[in-house]
């Protein structure tokens, strides 16, 4: 670093001087700074109110849905049936007896003792047919080293139906070899889904020689090549005395709410219950009111005002950066406008099951009262906040509101934009300022090493004059 000489030529520490003037200088840039200072923190401040709604809203989108104010619980014999309840299925005790359960149809050829051996004739291709009561007709083209059990069972997995159309669709059969013995083989075709409807009705083949081992039709299965191994049949049971016949051993909405699969058939009839479970929606309620209380606790951070040192002319550095701040007022109070308006219904304000505002601000909940407004009349406590599940109700009016808050154009982001704005106008300041300076500080070391050169060039014309004088003195003795 080059050594500055400023002040070596007038003896003067004008380095020191300059120093000085520099650090008068800079106290213009003081207030900038303040001012960038405090509108960083408060686009900080905005980031953290953002989040504390974004995490109360996130909550308040479970209250949306009145399913989670009618939860189910369901309890029954697994070893015969298992149920799947939803939030509209009625409360009370149901009997189930399954008197059989719904099987797929399945057909086998008699045994060869090599699945590879051709099966067919000599002809180059012949086609294989099967045919269901559903109507489905599947049609196999086979080569002519395509007529062992092997070949023939891959044929038919990978074969599509040809619908009216010309387009394609997937077969609702399938086919596999069961070894059933040593040098034993069987070819079996199953239908892939249950029910009277999946019956294998014919399979046959134009290839004579081939048809004789695989012929099968359901009018006459007694002397058909293949035989039934597993009759197709609808699953049949009784749901509190009425008969129910299904295709499938799910049945879908036996009553509205209520799907029941059926695993095996009862000797005697079964109990079913289905109960009220309020646990989820009181899991649901206290997230909802923990969120909407943290978003009290960042309000009160956020505007926490603290009073300044009676001799001190700047504001507590612990004052919050939004004190005073309109936006995050208004965002507080529509908030809690909603909360004090009465919703239309049975039930018109939160403290009718139990949350209530304290002193501070803040939710509560009376567990007991919460509980029995949920056991006696869930239906209502549901109306209070999904409303008429569009636009009124406590939780659609929340979500909308914070919504409106926090969405890309929302209220948040305008004055967080216009932070930005008047911090990009101070940056441009501040550069503005801080050149000036340097500007003035040049002009002092200009000026400071003019003034350097001038001093040093008197102080050697003194020296000068001083020698001639004492010489002339002394020509004089």
């Keep these: 670093m080059a050594m500055s000489i400023l002040g070596i030529g007038s003896g003067i520490d004008l380095n020191e001087v300059l120093d000085q003037l520099e650090a008068v200088e800079k106290n213009r840039l003081t207030p900038i700074k ?16 953002k989040s504390a709604l974004s995490t109360f809203n996130n909550a308040t989108a479970k209250l949306q849905k009145k399913e989670i104010f009618h939860g189910r619980t369901v309890s029954g014999n697994d070893n015969y ?4 309840v939803r939030s509209n299925a009625q409360l009370g005790n149901y009997s189930v007896s399954v008197e059989q359960l719904a099987r797929a149809h399945s057909v086998a050829t008699n045994a060869v003792n090599d699945k590879n051996a051709a099966l067919g004739n000599d002809n180059e291709t012949r086609t294989l047919t099967i045919e269901q009561a559903n109507g489905q007709k599947l049609n196999v083209t086979l080569s002519k080293d395509e007529t062992s059990l092997e070949s023939i069972a891959n044929a038919i997995n990978q074969a599509k139906v040809v619908n009216e ?24 075709i199953t239908s892939k889904e249950t029910g009277e409807q999946q019956t294998i009705t014919s399979v046959s083949s134009d290839d004579d020689k081939l048809n004789s081992l695989i012929g099968f ?13 597993a009759k197709a049949q609808d ?28 695993k095996a058939v009862t000797t005697t009839s079964q109990n079913l219950t289905i109960a009220a479970d309020n646990e989820k929606t009181q899991e649901a309620l206290k997230e909802w009111v923990d969120a909407f ?20 002319d700047e504001l507590n550095s612990n004052n919050g950066p939004l004190i005073g701040d309109s936006t995050l007022r208004n965002i507080d109070q529509s908030i809690r406008s909603i909360f004090s308006k009465g919703q239309a219904g049975e039930l018109s304000v939160l403290s009718q099951i139990g949350i209530n505002m304290d002193s501070n601000g803040k939710l509560v909940i009376k567990e007991n009262e919460l509980e029995k407004a949920l056991k006696e009349n869930s239906d209502a406590v549901a109306i209070l906040f999904t409303g008429d599940g569009e636009t009124t109700g406590i939780a659609n009016e929340v979500f909308a509101k914070v919504s409106s808050f926090i969405d890309s154009d929302g209220m948040i982001d305008t004055a967080t934009n216009g932070l930005n704005s008047t911090l990009k106008s101070l940056d441009k300041r501040y550069d503005q300022v801080n050149n000036s300076i340097d500007q003035t500080i040049e002009r002092y070391r200009v000026q400071f090493t003019k003034l350097d050169i001038l001093i040093n060039q008197l102080n050697g014309m003194s020296n000068y004059l001083t020698t001639q004088f004492e010489m002339m003195a002394n020509l004089k003795k």
Excluded: C, H, W
């Design 235 to 262: 699953a049949k049971f009784s749901f509190n005395g009425i008969t129910v016949n299904s295709a499938s051993n799910t049945v879908k909405d036996v009553i509205p709410g209520v799907d029941i699969t059926l």
């Design 217 to 229: 039709d359901i009018n006459q299965a007694d002397s058909s090549a293949m035989s039934e191994v």
């Design 34 to 49: 303040a001012q960038q200072k405090a509108i960083n923190n408060k686009i900080s401040g905005f980031g953290k109110l």
């Design 293 to 312: 209380n943290q978003l009290q606790s960042t309000i009160s951070t956020l505007t926490q005002f603290t009073a300044s040192d009676a001799n001190s």
């Design 165 to 188: 159309d010309g387009s394609t669709s997937e077969s609702t059969v399938n086919a596999t070899i069961v070894r059933s013995g040593k040098d034993s083989y069987q070819l079996v």
């Design 81 to 84: 049936f298992t149920t799947n």
